[in-house]
C-alpha cells in the first residue's frame, strides 16, 4: 500500500483527473470563456503531468543505472578476492607438503619457486624458475613439486634457472622399483614426452618389475636423494634395438603443465657418489 501511495506517476494522474471532473461541471455551462480557459488549462494539466511522469522516469533510470555500476565495480572486487584467496590457498597448500617432505627428510634445503618461462624451442617441456644462485641454485640440483621429482637444473644465473625435465634424454636419475627392488635409468624418450611419460631402462633380465608398481629415485650419484618418488609403471615394453626390457613410467605430475616447483639445494650425500 505504501509502494501504492508513494507512485509519483499514479499521484499526478489521480490529481489531474480529479482537476478533469471538476472543470468538467464547468464546461456544462454554454459560457465560452470559461470553456476556454479550462480547454487551456487541461492542455496545460496534461503536459505538467507528462513532464512530471518523463522526469521521473528518468531519475529512475539515472539511479538504477549509478547503481548497476556500482555493483559491476562490486562484483569485480569480489572476484578478484575470491581468486587471491585461491590463490594463496592453493599456494599455502603446496608448502605445507614441502614442510612434511622437509619435516620427513630434514637434511632437505627446499626453496619454493614459480615458473615464469617455457622454452618454447624444447620438446622435453623445459622451463626457467624465478629463483637462482643468490638462493643458492646450483646446476644438478633436483627440482620437485608436491607430487615428486619433475626435473633437475641445467643452467643457473644469479636470479633465475633453467630446468631440464625427466621428460628429456639429458635426464640420467638412478631410480628403483619400490615394490621388487629392481633398480635402473630413468631417461626421457621423444616418442613418450608428449603424452607425459619417460622410461626406466638399463633392467636386468630377470627384473620383476610390474605395472602399477612405484618407481623412486635410487640416491646414488649425489645428484637426487634417496626415495624422490617419480612416477609408475604404466607398460613394460621391450626395446626393438637391442631387445632389452624397459618400463614406460607416469610421472605424478603433469609436467607439461607445471606452475611451480621447488628446488631442493641441499641434501645428506649431496655430491657425494655412491656404490
Given at each position: 500500500?505504501?509502494?501504492f501511495?508513494?507512485?509519483?506517476?499514479?499521484?499526478?494522474?489521480?490529481?489531474t483527473?480529479?482537476?478533469?471532473i471538476?472543470?468538467?461541471?464547468?464546461?456544462?455551462?454554454?459560457?465560452?470563456?470559461?470553456?476556454?480557459?479550462?480547454?487551456?488549462?487541461?492542455?496545460?494539466?496534461?503536459?505538467?503531468?507528462?513532464?512530471?511522469?518523463?522526469?521521473?522516469?528518468?531519475?529512475?533510470?539515472?539511479?538504477?543505472?549509478?547503481?548497476?555500476?556500482?555493483?559491476?565495480?562490486?562484483?569485480?572486487?569480489?572476484?578478484?578476492?575470491?581468486?587471491?584467496?585461491?590463490?594463496?590457498?592453493?599456494?599455502?597448500?603446496?608448502?605445507?607438503?614441502?614442510?612434511?617432505?622437509?619435516k620427513?627428510?630434514?637434511?632437505?634445503?627446499?626453496?619454493?619457486?614459480?615458473?615464469?618461462?617455457?622454452?618454447?624451442n624444447?620438446?622435453?617441456?623445459?622451463?626457467?624458475?624465478?629463483?637462482?644462485s643468490?638462493?643458492?641454485?646450483?646446476?644438478?640440483?633436483?627440482?620437485?613439486?608436491?607430487?615428486?621429482?619433475?626435473?633437475?637444473?641445467?643452467?643457473?644465473?644469479?636470479?633465475?634457472?633453467?630446468?631440464?625435465?625427466?621428460?628429456?634424454?639429458?635426464?640420467?636419475?638412478?631410480?628403483?622399483?619400490?615394490?621388487?627392488?629392481?633398480?635402473?635409468?630413468?631417461?626421457?624418450?621423444?616418442?613418450?614426452?608428449?603424452?607425459?611419460?619417460?622410461?626406466?631402462?638399463k633392467?636386468?633380465?630377470?627384473?620383476?618389475?610390474?605395472?602399477?608398481?612405484?618407481?623412486?629415485?635410487?640416491?646414488?650419484?649425489?645428484?637426487?636423494?634417496?626415495?624422490?618418488?617419480?612416477?609408475?609403471?604404466?607398460?613394460?615394453?621391450?626395446?626393438?634395438?637391442d631387445?632389452?626390457?624397459?618400463?614406460?613410467?607416469?610421472?605424478?605430475?603433469?609436467?607439461?603443465?607445471?606452475?611451480?616447483?621447488?628446488?631442493?639445494?641441499?641434501?645428506?650425500?649431496?655430491?657425494?657418489?655412491?656404490?
Amino acid at each position: 500500500m505504501n509502494d501504492f501511495l508513494h507512485n509519483k506517476n499514479l499521484k499526478a494522474l489521480i490529481i489531474t483527473l480529479v482537476i478533469l471532473i471538476v472543470m468538467s461541471v464547468f464546461s456544462l455551462t454554454d459560457n465560452s470563456f470559461i470553456s476556454s480557459v479550462i480547454n487551456t488549462a487541461t492542455k496545460g494539466l496534461f503536459q505538467v503531468t507528462a513532464a512530471a511522469a518523463a522526469s521521473a522516469d528518468t531519475v529512475s533510470y539515472d539511479d538504477l543505472k549509478v547503481e548497476n555500476e556500482k555493483l559491476k565495480e562490486e562484483n569485480a572486487e569480489l572476484r578478484e578476492q575470491l581468486a587471491d584467496y585461491y590463490d594463496v590457498k592453493s599456494e599455502n597448500e603446496e608448502l605445507w607438503n614441502y614442510y612434511n617432505l622437509k619435516k620427513e627428510n630434514p637434511s632437505y634445503t627446499i626453496v619454493p619457486a614459480s615458473v615464469i618461462k617455457r622454452d618454447a624451442n624444447d620438446d622435453f617441456y623445459s622451463f626457467t624458475l624465478d629463483i637462482g644462485s643468490s638462493s643458492d641454485v646450483e646446476v644438478n640440483d633436483p627440482v620437485i613439486t608436491e607430487n615428486g621429482l619433475v626435473g633437475w637444473v641445467s643452467q643457473v644465473d644469479s636470479a633465475t634457472c633453467k630446468v631440464k625435465t625427466v621428460l628429456s634424454p639429458d635426464t640420467k636419475a638412478g631410480a628403483v622399483d619400490s615394490v621388487t627392488g629392481d633398480s635402473g635409468i630413468v631417461s626421457g624418450s621423444s616418442t613418450l614426452c608428449d603424452d607425459n611419460l619417460t622410461q626406466l631402462t638399463k633392467l636386468a633380465e630377470d627384473n620383476e618389475i610390474e605395472v602399477g608398481d612405484l618407481i623412486v629415485t635410487a640416491g646414488t650419484g649425489g645428484v637426487y636423494p634417496k626415495n624422490l618418488i617419480i612416477g609408475e609403471v604404466k607398460e613394460i615394453k621391450i626395446n626393438s634395438y637391442d631387445t632389452m626390457k624397459y618400463a614406460v613410467i607416469e610421472p605424478y605430475e603433469d609436467i607439461r603443465a607445471v606452475t611451480s616447483a621447488a628446488v631442493i639445494t641441499d641434501f645428506d650425500g649431496k655430491g657425494e657418489t655412491g656404490e
